[in-house]
């Protein structure tokens, strides 16, 4: 059974994609993708061998070979222009990480019209990432599993505006204040109060007025 966190990646691909599953560890998602007659044909990019191989042992006792390729790959040179690839998944890392990957060969994103991207933490970067870049968010989600939160983004091309705490919070995360969007904040709140009043008897530094002045924002 996937994780309740995969299941909810998966279900932003759209029925027939060709999916670029990056950082695919053991392949679970694109197994569960042709399994579950979502698509037809993914790739499974990994950059380590362990896990290469892990993925390679999945597909092979599922008996997917015919579907899933897997690719020993750094980040998007797993895609190859013949694929095809209209939607990638980059999951279980965190936002910076997903960044650079996406970042390094965007070339290889030419071909691709949904990204589907699950930070573990920082989804700030994201965002901030696909402003730049010609991505709007299509959705978000953020859910909680074994008392992790995490969240995902859809994103496909188009323009989008955001303000500075739509960037930190997610628009439609916001508009929805589900129970986990409000544990999360309140907990970084919590966080940014605790750093705060750490540095309250700290001297006078330039750095420590910056610090106290940046937490007093993000609190506000
Ligand atoms: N995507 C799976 C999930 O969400 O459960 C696996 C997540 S696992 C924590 C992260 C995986 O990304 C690791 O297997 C790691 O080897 C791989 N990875 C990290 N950087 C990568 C890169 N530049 N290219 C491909 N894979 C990468």
């Known amino acids: 059974k996937l994780s309740k966190r995969l299941e909810a990646v998966a279900s932003f691909v759209p029925t027939g994609a060709i999916v670029a599953d990056i950082g695919s560890d053991h392949a679970y998602l694109p197994c569960?993708?042709?399994?579950?007659?979502?698509?037809?044909?993914?790739?499974?990019?990994?950059?380590?061998k362990g896990p290469?191989?892990?993925?390679?042992?999945?597909?092979?006792?599922?008996?997917?070979e015919e579907s899933i390729t897997v690719r020993l790959a750094d980040g998007l040179e797993a895609i190859k222009e013949t694929d095809g690839v209209n939607t990638v998944t980059i999951a279980g890392m965190g936002g910076p990480l997903i960044v650079s990957i996406l970042e390094k060969k965007p070339e290889l994103l030419q071909t691709v019209t949904r990204l589907i991207l699950q930070p573990n933490i920082h989804a700030k970067v994201i965002r901030e990432w696909a402003l730049a870049n010609g991505w709007a968010i299509l959705d978000e989600v953020i859910l909680k599993e074994d008392e992790k939160i995490y969240e995902i983004l859809v994103l496909q091309r188009g323009d989008m505006e955001l303000s500075e705490q739509e960037i930190l919070l997610g628009k439609h995360l916001m508009a929805n204040k589900s129970d986990v969007f409000v544990e999360k904040w309140t907990k970084e709140i919590q966080n940014w109060r605790r750093?705060?009043?750490?540095?309250?008897?700290?001297?006078?530094?330039?750095?420590?007025?910056?610090?106290?002045?940046?937490l007093l924002h993000l609190i506000e």
Do not use: M
Request: proline share 0%.
């Open 32 to 48: 569960y993708l042709i399994h579950k007659g979502i698509v037809n044909k993914a790739i499974a990019g990994e950059v380590v």
């Open 52 to 64: 290469f191989e892990s993925a390679v042992k999945q597909v092979k006792l599922e008996g997917l």
């Open 195 to 214: 750093v705060l009043s750490s540095i309250e008897q700290a001297e006078e530094t330039s750095d420590i007025v910056a610090k106290r002045k940046e």
